[in-house]
């Protein structure tokens, strides 16, 4: 035990004493935010030294790293108070009995060395990194730390950030440790390559000219009109632009269907709806398996009804200027949901088992995620120029994936109540404004980047604001 002095006893016995009547009276304050924090504390948190019956746990720096959350040894015996451990790094105490703090979640929190593998596994009675060995590349069958194996081979849109890649087919690294995206095609480059129709005005940056005036009701022909006026181009070559006509598709058959950043023809122009698209819902709604690949319709309103056990929906687009109620919630299950732009999503993936994996949020679009108590909304992709809000408070609650709250937006994050949003990466751009809420024990904030003329507010009393990276004046909370 370490010897106190003089002082440091007069002031501890003054906390034992108020302790007995004030309980958590001598618990360490909770630090407020401050830009120029940047990583993990020092010491995640002041452990704070026990009293005779086990002491209150001290407050973690609001704004480090992981928090601390072991107080010192419990006096099971006597009344002579007994001294908490100092705590150590990544917030972890050393304080206390037995370790029973997870060193780890996932493999991916191990950091790996040249010939071993470490993976994250329960070891007693938490989970720690524990060394396999080096992985053999190209035994047959995948190890732990192999992503494939020699000769594998996978579709490239399958690989990177939702639409990082177009087309194309990637092949197993010699290490196994890793895909070769070599191949890949990417869409935004100017050159049309496999598994694209278009890419940019790569294809048509001559001169044709605007997009006709289209025919039927307000939803196909004036929409359309208005989207293909926007991408209406000529030919390089001098050729004709790319129509609905070209298409096959005899409604609105001289609009000029713009390249969209999936460098493909967007044929919504056309009808309302994409060439192909499983179902087009004209101001209508869909229940269950009758969800696949449907679109709500140019303009319209639509309700998808995805929630219950044993439902789920892929593959579901709200297109140019609609508004859509997406429901997976009570263990329905959801996939590759897309809001187009000028749409208006509101997705409900609340509960145990619900789940809106691989959303887009595209630029333009407005998407309100309701991922409360269990749900996942994991690897969404809010592109620049969407207005995003995120409800993933609860226990089990799991947000992720890409977020960027564009100039002239607000966009809020609630991560309460245990809620974990550590895997959200969330850029604030120059003149937005960014919420992020993140109390109680257990909570998270997304990994915010707040630039310079952004306005970013926390309040992560009790949570974990995941260190966020601030330019002068960007941050206020604690």
């Known amino acids: 035990m370490k010897r106190l002095s003089h002082a440091g006893t007069v002031a501890s016995l003054l906390c034992f004493a108020l302790a007995g009547l004030l309980p958590g009276a001598c618990a360490s304050e909770q630090s407020s935010l401050e830009p120029a924090d940047t990583g993990a504390t020092s010491s995640g948190g002041q452990a704070g030294k026990a009293t005779a019956n086990g002491g209150s746990a001290g407050k973690a720096a609001s704004f480090g790293g992981t928090s601390g959350t072991s107080g010192g040894k419990s006096n099971t015996g006597g009344t002579t108070p007994t001294e908490g451990g100092d705590s150590s790094t990544a917030g972890v105490s050393s304080a206390g009995a037995a370790a029973t703090v997870d060193k780890c979640q996932i493999t991916a929190d191990c950091t790996q060395v040249v010939g071993s593998c470490f993976v994250c596994e329960t070891a007693g009675a938490a989970k720690d990194c524990v060394d396999h060995g080096a992985p053999i590349c190209d035994n047959g069958k995948l190890d732990p730390c192999e992503v494939c194996e020699v000769d594998d081979v996978k579709p490239c849109t399958q690989l990177g950030t939702v639409g990082e890649f177009s087309g194309g087919t990637a092949t197993c690294k010699a290490t196994c440790d890793g895909w070769d995206t070599s191949a890949c095609s990417v869409c935004g480059n100017r050159i049309v390559e496999p598994g694209e129709e278009c890419d940019g005005n790569a294809d048509a940056p001559g001169a044709g000219g605007a997009g006709g005036a289209g025919s039927g009701d307000t939803a196909t022909g004036g929409a359309a009109a208005g989207i293909a006026g926007a991408g209406g181009a000529g030919g390089a070559d001098g ?43 004209d101001d209508a709604d869909c229940t269950a398996t009758a969800c696949n690949g449907a679109e709500c319709k ?39 949901i897309v809001c187009d732009s000028a749409s208006t999503c509101s997705l409900d993936c609340s509960g145990g088992g619900s789940s809106c994996d691989g959303s887009v949020c595209k630029a333009g679009a407005t998407c309100d995620f309701d991922c409360r108590s269990s749900g996942s909304c994991r690897d969404v992709n809010c592109q620049p120029g969407a207005d995003c809000d995120f409800n993933c408070s609860g226990g089990g609650s799991i947000c992720s994936g890409k977020a960027t709250c564009g100039a002239g937006k607000s966009c809020d994050f609630e991560c309460d109540t245990s809620g974990n949003c550590a895997g959200l990466l969330v850029t604030c751009q120059a003149g937005s404004t960014c919420n992020f809420s993140c109390t ?21 009393s009790g949570g974990n604001c995941n260190a966020p990276t601030c330019a002068n004046g960007a941050c206020t909370g604690n």
């Open 298 to 336: 140019v303009g319209t309103s639509c309700a998808v009804e995805c929630g219950g056990g044993g439902v789920s929906c892929s593959g579901v687009q709200c297109n140019h200027e609609a508004t859509c109620d997406i429901s997976c919630n009570s263990s329905g299950k959801c996939s590759g």
């Open 239 to 281: 050729s004709s632009p790319h129509t609905c006509s070209d298409e096959g598709i005899a409604q609105n058959p001289n609009v000029v269907t713009p390249c969209t950043d999936a460098c493909h023809f967007d044929t919504t122009v056309c009808t309302g709806c994409s060439k192909g698209a499983g179902k087009c819902l």
């Open 440 to 460: 109680s024990g257990g909570s998270v904030c997304p990994k915010a980047t707040c630039e310079a003329g952004s306005a970013c507010t926390f309040d992560c």
